[in-house]
């Protein structure tokens, strides 16, 4: 079992910037962010497998980058030039091979952990 705690969020004003922490309790292949607006269903963000290897999703590609410090296994989510609709909590997950290489991986498929969350708000 593993064990995912997010850090980070808060309220930031237009183009603003935030960098999100998830410390996980142990190794996993793959990991990546998520996020739920209100009233919206689960979107998946980016993932990062154990090589370093990055995707993303077309809303956040140029403004979001996703990396994790093995050694510490710890996952980050620097984003930039925020905008009104990325306000939304905001998971952590983790998994095995499986999640970084399904074609769904938008919807968490292979994600066997996840965070409590953390919220990030647009302020205009």
């Known amino acids: 079992q593993v064990q995912l705690v997010e850090s980070g969020g808060g309220s930031v004003q237009a183009g603003g910037s935030l960098r999100l922490s998830c410390a996980a309790s142990?190794?996993?292949?793959?990991m990546g962010w998520f996020r739920q607006a209100p009233g919206k269903e689960r979107e998946g963000i980016a993932i990062?497998?154990?090589?370093?290897?990055?995707t993303y999703a077309d809303s956040v590609k140029g403004r979001f980058t996703i990396s994790r410090d093995k050694a510490s296994n710890k996952l980050y989510l620097q984003m930039n030039s925020l905008k009104p609709e990325d306000t939304a909590m905001y998971y952590c997950?983790?998994?095995?091979?499986?999640?970084?290489?399904?074609?769904?991986?938008?919807?968490?498929?292979?994600?066997?952990?996840w965070g409590k969350g953390t919220l990030v708000t647009y302020s205009s």
């Open positions: 997950a983790a998994g095995g091979v499986r999640a970084c290489y399904s074609g769904s991986w938008s919807v968490g498929s292979g994600m066997n952990y």
């Open positions: 142990g190794y996993t292949y793959c």
């Open positions: 990062i497998n154990s090589a370093g290897s990055t």
